[in-house]
């Protein structure tokens, strides 16, 4: 019994080095690249930890907000960043959680991210300023808006989610695959796997790129690199989305918002014009257009086609 129980503990032992190794090995070799150097930016020093950010151009204020996802990073608006800086100043960040900011071993919630751009609005922009946000992040940027109007003028949200899917709340079961993220081992471990490059490669295929052949390996490294920087801490805001920590239900902001809000869907989706037909039903004014044959990240896909949506807007 006791040589059984020796032989439990040995190979217990065994598999939690073996899994710390591939962890280990992992976070070795995803930035060995360097596609996100921090020479190219600086750092807000916030409450809840530092925050990479980029100022690039001169003239009226622009800030570009990446999708919530453990894997983006300001690296989504490399392509457009050149084309605004010609009549604006560009700030793009990295959230927490996310690519070179800090990743600290809590809770991220919606609330926390409203602080984090109301923050950096007030703080670093200093004055009133045009907002663009991709896919989730579009919610806590209109809860901003709504809880101060003195820090954004214009609201373009690329991609945005639907109402229902922003109204998820945390239950058990979703705390329990948190809890099991937030582990030193087994949580690194299987977020690794949601992580690994094939995911990341599905992800762009699925997704973010309708069109497989624009996807570059540079681009999709950057991925793979953000996810897994900092020891693969941003396993921490995962579980945070897994639980839906990260959701809350904006129709109440929506109803009072009073800031120019344009929306870009996927014109190749139904169910993206069904989203965006939808966000119409609780403001009116709200303004639409769609990119054919693009995925979620348009922005990235067809810089073209999305600059010349956005000069549309701009000057209607």
Known sequence: MKKNIRHFFLLSALAAGTIYGINTFIDATAGVRKYLNTTSGRFFEWR????????????????????????????????????????????????????????????????????????????????????????????????????????????????????????????????????IIDLPIIGTFYYNTKMREQRITELFERDYFKRKNLISDETKNAYHESAHLDRSKGKYLYGSIIGNYTKINIIPALKKIENPIYLIGNRDKESSVQVLDSYLKYDENIETAYISNCGKLPQLEDPKKFMEIIRMFYES
């Open 48 to 179: 809840y930890g530092n925050i990479f950010y980029t100022k690039q151009g001169k003239g009226t204020p622009v800030l570009l907000i990446h999708d919530l996802h453990p894997a983006s990073s300001c690296a989504e608006w490399e392509k457009i960043v050149k084309k605004l800086e010609k009549e604006h100043t560009v700030y793009t960040l990295d959230l927490l959680g996310c690519g070179r900011s800090d990743k600290p071993n809590f809770t991220y919630t919606n609330y926390m991210y409203v602080q984090l751009i109301t923050d950096f609005v007030k703080k670093i922009i200093e004055e009133k300023t045009d907002v663009f946000a991709t896919g989730d992040s579009g919610s806590f940027t209109l809860m901003a808006a709504n809880m101060d109007d003195s820090i954004f003028h214009r609201i373009f949200l690329v991609s945005p989610p639907s109402l229902e899917s922003l109204q998820g709340i945390p239950n058990k079961g979703d705390n329990f695959l948190k809890n």
